[in-house]
Structure formats: C-alpha cells, structure tokens
C-alpha cells in the first residue's frame, strides 16, 4: 500500500513527530510506501509531492514547524477541487489519506470520506486544544511554556516601571492558551472568549492591583470581546475557510486601561512565536503516539476516524463528530481561577 500524509492549517511543534512516527511504523511493520504531500491540500489539489522514507524523516523529532509545509487551502473553494484530488491520488498510487491538521484540515478529510469515498485518517493539531473528542492535541502544552515563559519575564519589567502590561496570546474561539498559562505565569486578569468582559470590571481588578504595590499582568485571548462591543480586528480580511485574521484586542485593551485608570498600559503580542520552535516532551510524546495510531488504523481500513487521547488512552473517534463542535472553557473553570484576579 502507498499512503499519503499530508500538514494542513497553522503550523503547530510536533507535527514532524507525527510524520516521523506514520513513516518508521508503516514501513518497519507494514512495509508501506509513502507520499508527502506539501503545503496540505493544497499539494493534493495540485499534485505537489515529495517522497517520505525512513531517512527522510530521521533527525526530525525535536524540530518545529512541518518538514512537508503547510496551508489554508480549502480544496472546496478551489475549481473541480475533488475531481483533480481524486485524479492525483490515482496518478500516486496512493490508496489512504493520513490527514494532520485541526477543525478545518480535518473537516476536509471528513467531508472528502463521507461524501466522496475519499479513505481518509486524521490525527488532531492545534495549539488552541479546541478539538472536542480529544483530551488534548500536540502543541498546545509547547505554545503554553512559551506563553507562561513570556508572562514570567514581563512580571520583572511590569513591576520595574510600574506599568500595566497585557499579554495577547491566540485564541479564536476558545481560550485554553490563555487559561493555563495565565494561571501558571501568576496573571492578574485572564480575558477568553467564552466570557464577554466588563471593561469597568477589568480596570477596578488593575486598580487593585496597584493598591496592593504590584504592577498587573492582563493575558487576554485574540478572540476574547467585551460586552458592550464586538472582536476588535486589524484586518478584516478573510481565508478560504472564511476565518479573519485576529490580532488587535490587546492594544485596544491597553489604551483602554490606560485611559480610564490613569496607569501606563503596554502591549506584548506573543502571535506567532507560541507556535515556533521545539516541540515539548509532552507534544513529542502525544504527537509520536498519535502517528503510530494514526498508522494503525490505515492498517485496520478503519477510514473516517481520528485518533483521539482519553485519559492515557489513544482511541478513535469519527473525524465528523470531533469537527462537529469547538471544544471551549466551561464557565466553572474559568470561575475556579477567578479567586487571583485583581
């Protein structure tokens, strides 16, 4: 059997974990052959590949970023988009799709499976860990350390020049990064997009903050609004899955505070960096896992399924049902972290 493997969506550390792992099982156990496609659907649309052995893939684990490249491309918004995949999959040889992405990469594989027989595996990538049916997804822990680790650093300078510092880390639609590494790096206000803030509320928790001889840390989520308000962008432009590019919210809450506290307000936009660089031991872990099972199921004709971490456990789960909805901050947990704000 010849399989496909394929990187969609924003780039993500441990992704070459994943590659690395399909590739050394399936050819070691299975004697498969494998086709890189490059720049995710984009490079199936347009039959863009590259050959993946097992010296192709060795050194790669601890690297950041995807060895095979990446995009947005919908293959839907593209003309004869299926006709032409179809085409190019028979051209290869290539008889299964292992499919390395998040909501948009993997609702292509779910779509391309059920509606057009298209054999397809997904393995679940993002550093938002928004995917409902997995626990978690590789590069979220890694984004987390960066997060925490920028939050640590600016508590030194926040506290030298006395100033308000806030902290835009991603985010669209839910704010896990923003959670846990607000919490770990000690922030003072923590804004995600499943709770509307009050700005009044916001700038009482700076004063407080003040008052007790500290400077405040605010870490707020790209995606996180205010109540009386809507997602503040800079570029209301948008991809081929619809979605517009976020970035503003932090220097909009910075003028904010500043203005209605009289405090100094600076602005730290992490943006890319969360997704730069070497994967954690975590991600590599998850990611190596996820790419043996990932395998596993090609093997088993088990298409239409992703791989899936439950407690400790790698399951499988219908790519359709773990795109169907986001997977956001219950309201109790972000309530339990509220007792350290302002």
């Not at 803030?197 to 004063?207: G, H, K, M, N």
Request: with cysteine; net charge negative; hydrophobic share 40%.
């Amino acid at each position: 059997m010849k399989v496909g493997v394929l990187t969609g969506g924003g780039d993500c550390p441990g992704l070459n974990a994943v590659i690395r792992a399909v590739v050394r099982k399936g050819v070691q156990e299975y004697a498969y052959d494998f086709t890189g496609f490059k720049d995710g659907w984009r490079g199936v649309v347009e039959g863009d590949t590259v050959p993946l052995s097992i010296p192709a893939v060795r050194g790669i684990l601890p690297r950041g970023g995807t060895i095979l490249g990446s995009s947005r491309t919908n293959p839907f918004k593209q003309e004869d988009g299926v006709r032409r995949i179809k085409e190019n999959l028979a051209k290869y040889e290539v008889e299964a799709l292992v499919a390395i992405g998040g909501e948009d990469t993997l609702g292509v594989a779910a779509r391309l499976y059920e509606e057009f027989g298209i054999p397809c595996v997904g393995v679940p990538k993002t550093i938002d860990n928004d995917l409902s049916a997995t626990d978690y997804t590789f590069g979220f822990d890694t984004a987390v350390g960066i997060a925490t680790e920028a939050i640590d650093r600016l508590h030194t300078t926040a506290e030298s020049h006395m100033r308000v510092l806030v902290v835009e880390v991603m985010g669209r639609h839910a704010g896990w990064i923003a959670l846990h590494s607000g919490l770990a790096g000690g922030a003072n206000v923590i804004l995600i997009p499943e709770q509307r803030f009050d700005l009044d509320q916001v700038c009482a928790w700076v004063t407080s903050r003040f008052k007790a001889s500290y400077a405040p840390i605010v870490v707020v989520a790209e995606g996180a609004m205010p109540k009386d308000g809507e997602m503040v962008l800079k570029d209301a432009t948008t991809d081929s899955f619809g979605h517009v590019r976020l970035s503003g919210v932090g220097e909009w809450l910075a003028k904010e505070i500043e203005a209605r506290t009289g405090k100094e307000a600076r602005t730290t936009v992490l943006g890319h960096i969360q997704r730069g660089g070497t994967p954690s031991a975590f991600d590599r872990w998850l990611a190596t896992r996820f790419g043996l099972h990932a395998i596993e199921a090609v093997r088993d004709g088990d298409f239409g399924k992703m791989v899936a971490l439950k407690g400790t456990d790698i399951l499988r789960v219908p790519i359709a049902e773990a795109t169907a909805k986001l997977k956001t901050v219950d309201p109790a947990l972000y309530a339990e972290v509220g007792v350290f704000f302002g």
